[in-house]
């Protein structure tokens, strides 16, 4: 062959060549730039990812999220983990975008937050706390490959009232003694770093800073080698134990709620037994002598059915109640005793020892009268609720009190719509910072009060 016509055939080939590169640059830079006036570019946004989760435990009600002002995510209720859906970037037109938390059918908002989402990257918006001071997280996912043999584990701290905690994770039954946390003394409201941890079927477990108490147990879970996790621990309602949403940071996005083993009780004796009582958790006596109006400190106990029996200490051996409450996991319950000895029975309130609002202190009421029907509640004289029922756990105020020394109410109770006042608590200090509550037992003529600090 000629070299000439080959070489001819070689030039006309790398001219075709470019001519095809060129229409591709043409094509993506007019795909991808827009004019912005004055002879000035910007690149259009590109997209990048985002999941809600909605850790508030009492906003009662589900919550609406909105993005620059148009509805995002509709109607989370509580332990809603969302997965990933597409938005918006920033551009050098739009840098920033915000993000409202609303309760459905309210029109003030919980959150308002201002984000900064760059393109091609996941991230999620993390809301907890109580209702009063909720906290919203914007916080990438973007992660690095812990290698082999290992996954990538990262800790937001979103249990309020609890303060710092430590995170173990373990073989199934280990001793906790001699094990060192995977991380250490994560204040509240702070996402940690990734620690590289070996893969398997582990024991998460949590305690407050430097200490061994367990607040959070769970059955083992597998976590995949190289896989990228995200613990967030958040408050069910309960002033010492706290729960777990575990976030996978893979492309899907999903996540799972790990449920708290244990949960925790304390007994009201708001009987009409003559005796104090005691009380034994699966066998074992773990509550002695409790009187009339008197309360226990929390018990903890795993939260799969206990068994709870109830003595009369003048009978010892004699069973009045026996009873196998199903305790919410990573909660705290109050459980009234009510009835004589040969009727005894149990109310299981749910109890709320989220932080008041700053500066505040909550206090709940509890009619638990033997033949009182509704009572009305005067703080300082002013009637604050009216027609407490019977054996109702919902019913709680908010009132102002000092930090340190605590401030000063009168509590009286009338029969609901009269001036007939059944009892009255002249004197009693509350702190700031504090939940408390007040149960009112015995019958309507001689009304007892019993106040517990209950966080």
């Known amino acids: 062959m000629p070299v000439l016509p080959a070489l001819k055939g070689i030039a006309v080939f790398r001219r075709c060549m470019l001519v095809a590169l060129l229409c591709v640059v043409a094509a993506v830079l007019l795909g991808s730039c827009t004019g912005a006036g004055n002879g000035v570019t910007t690149v259009a946004s590109t997209k990048s990812n985002l999941r809600i989760v909605n850790l508030i435990p009492n906003a009662n009600g589900p919550i609406d999220i909105t993005l620059d002002g148009n509805l995002f995510a509709a109607g989370l209720p509580f332990e809603s983990l969302q997965p990933y859906q597409q938005i918006n970037a920033i551009t050098q037109d739009n840098p920033t975008s915000t993000i409202q938390a609303f309760v459905m059918g309210s029109v003030s908002n919980l959150l308002n937050t201002t984000i900064a989402p760059l393109g091609e990257i996941n991230y999620s918006y993390i809301m907890f706390g109580p209702v009063s001071q909720p906290t919203g997280q914007f916080i990438s996912d973007q992660t690095i490959d812990p290698g082999a043999g290992n996954f990538n584990l990262r800790v937001i701290n979103g249990a309020a009232g609890i303060g710092a905690i430590d995170v173990y994770l373990t073989l199934p039954g280990a001793d906790l003694g001699p094990a060192s946390p995977i991380i250490s003394n ?23 800073s430097g200490s061994k108490t367990v607040i959070f147990d769970s059955l083992p879970h597998d976590y995949a080698e190289r896989g990228q996790f995200e613990v967030v621990a958040y408050s069910r309602e309960s ?4 729960n777990v949403a575990l976030l996978s940071l893979d492309t899907s996005g999903t996540g799972t709620v790990l449920n708290n083993l244990l949960a925790q009780f304390k007994v009201v004796n708001a009987s009409q037994v003559p005796s104090p009582l005691n009380v034994f958790l699966n066998g074992a006596l773990v509550l002695s002598n409790i009187p009339f109006a008197g309360a226990s400190a929390y018990q903890k106990t795993t939260a799969a059915m206990p068994t709870l029996a109830v003595e009369a200490t003048s009978t010892p051996g004699a069973v009045l109640l026996s009873l196998n409450p199903s305790l919410t996991p990573g909660t705290d319950s109050s459980i009234l005793l009510e009835g004589p000895a040969g009727a ?33 509640v005067f703080v300082n004289f002013s009637r604050q609720i009216s027609n407490l029922p019977q054996n109702s756990g919902a019913y709680s105020l908010e009132l102002a009190a000092d930090s340190v020394s605590g401030t000063t109410y009168q509590f009286s109770f009338n029969v609901a719509g009269t001036a007939q006042t059944l009892l009255t608590l002249p004197s009693v200090t509350l702190i700031a910072g504090h939940a408390y509550t007040i149960y009112v037992v015995g019958p309507g003529a001689a009304l007892v009060g019993s106040v517990t600090q209950d966080n």
Do not use: C, K, M
């Open 239 to 242: 002033g010492t134990l706290i």
């Open 186 to 208: 994560i204040a509240y409201g702070v996402a940690t770093g990734f620690a590289n941890v070996s893969f398997g079927s582990l024991e998460l477990r949590i305690t407050p």
């Open 344 to 376: 005894l029975a149990a109310v299981i309130l749910t109890d709320n020892n989220l932080p008041p609002a700053v500066g505040n202190t909550r206090v709940r009421f509890v009619n638990a009268s033997v033949d009182v029907g509704s009572l009305d």
